[in-house]
């Protein structure tokens, strides 16, 4: 009865259907970014057409994705950002005109909430290559990009309109691994810790976790008094994240799987090591590859997916005096390569971009315990590599 009166009044007031499903706060838009490496797909397909930014519809009370189809096309759309407060859409993206020095660019998208459509509004060079991942800090309104090629943090400002202006700040990683991949500092997961102070970044082919000071005011990183938390050679740091209640930092090691959280100083930004644990079995030797992790919205639960010869989604509680984890859950993933996973703003479902299979899958979270369950709500995309969430109004 709801539903048709809101229809009637929409036809009074001369208003299509589609803008009220818009005002429909269980609708959430959904921005999957995807990139491919290699030759284009089948005959008469380019390599333009399967990569960039596809958008869908997410029923936030069943967890039913309707497509909407390619928004954007952009060559490597690895990592996005939504805008805290406009409909605005960040992306990562190899610039048109790329330099040796200078070949990533972060890429702003005004969103159409009645179509799902992106338009193109701005774009800043991040001087830096493979630009990764990113973390925005809404209070001084700054976006932090993390560049994998040359092992760079970048602090882009974001104007009152949400456009982005020139880079402010940029910082320099260094050191080395052990392995082929770690010849140099490679940057590939940054967050900001909740006091707004401080920025983490994660170094693949150093072997650290950097700390760097933020100066909110001159939008500027320096050097933390204790820079970097040194880890075990071959580890492959890949994401850290600060608990919400700003007393943890957690890593994830790609190389070895391993779950790292430390406590947090957030007045001198120092990181005490606290414990690890290793998501895979004593004699396991086959191929490790951690990929992402998260905090539930509650901070009560951790999630972490693993690739390479034991792929798995796995739910751990957190002790939040502590900051330990215990696994109470471990599924297989429903598609291939659990590349990345997001979860909603609802806190209901996840969304899971499983890369080799060519999907973004559905998994309802169980609120009181945390632990998730397959829907069988699937969506076809090539290559997805990262979710975002732009909530209904």
């Not at 082929?180 to 810790?193: I, M, N, T």
């Not at 693949?204 to 100066?215: E, L, P, T």
């Amino acid at each position: 009865m709801q539903r048709r009166r809101a229809l009637a009044m929409a036809l009074c007031l001369g208003l299509t259907a589609i803008d009220v499903q818009a005002a429909d706060s269980s609708r959430e838009l959904v921005y999957i970014g995807t990139f491919k490496f290699g030759p284009p797909g089948p005959a008469g397909e380019s390599a333009a057409s399967q990569n960039g930014i596809y958008g869908a519809r997410l029923d936030a009370k069943t967890g039913h994705m309707s497509p909407l189809g390619l928004a954007a096309e952009l060559k490597r759309a690895s990592w996005l950002v939504i805008h805290p407060t406009l409909p605005i859409i960040y992306s990562v993206a190899q610039s048109a005109e790329g330099s040796p020095d200078s070949d990533s660019a972060v890429i702003g998208f005004a969103v159409d909430a009645a179509t799902g459509s992106l338009r193109q509004r701005t774009q800043v060079d991040v001087h830096g290559r493979d630009a990764t991942h990113m973390a925005l800090d809404n209070a001084s309104k700054t976006l932090f990009v993390a560049n994998h090629g040359t092992g760079t943090v970048s602090a882009l400002p974001l104007q009152v309109d949400g456009s982005l202006g020139a880079m402010t700040s940029q910082q320099q990683d260094y050191g080395s691994g052990p392995t082929p991949r770690q010849k140099s500092p490679a940057a590939h997961g940054v967050d900001v810790d909740p006091t707004h102070r401080f920025v983490a970044v994660a170094d693949f082919g150093a072997d650290r976790v950097f700390v760097y000071h933020f100066d909110a005011t001159s939008r500027t990183l320096m050097p933390a008094t204790i820079p970097f938390a040194q880890l075990p050679p071959g580890s492959g740091p890949r994401r850290v994240l600060f608990h919400p209640n700003g007393r943890f930092l957690y890593l994830a090691n790609e190389l070895t799987g391993e779950i790292r959280w430390y406590r947090w100083g957030s007045h001198s930004g120092a990181l005490q090591l606290t414990k690890s644990l290793s998501p895979y079995p004593a004699d396991f030797s086959g191929q490790r590859s951690a990929a992402e992790i998260a905090i539930s919205h509650d901070g009560r639960y951790f999630y972490l997916s693993l690739r390479g010869d034991q792929e798995a989604l796995i739910t751990y509680s957190i002790d939040t005096a502590s900051g330990a984890l215990t696994e109470i859950q471990r599924i297989s993933p429903p598609g291939k390569i659990p590349w990345s996973f997001s979860i909603d703003p609802t806190g209901h479902w996840m969304l899971v971009a499983d890369q080799g299979s060519n999907s973004v899958d559905v998994l309802a979270i169980d609120a009181k315990t945390g632990k998730l369950a397959a829907t069988g709500e699937s969506l076809s995309v090539p290559n997805p590599a990262t979710v975002a969430f732009l909530p209904g109004k």
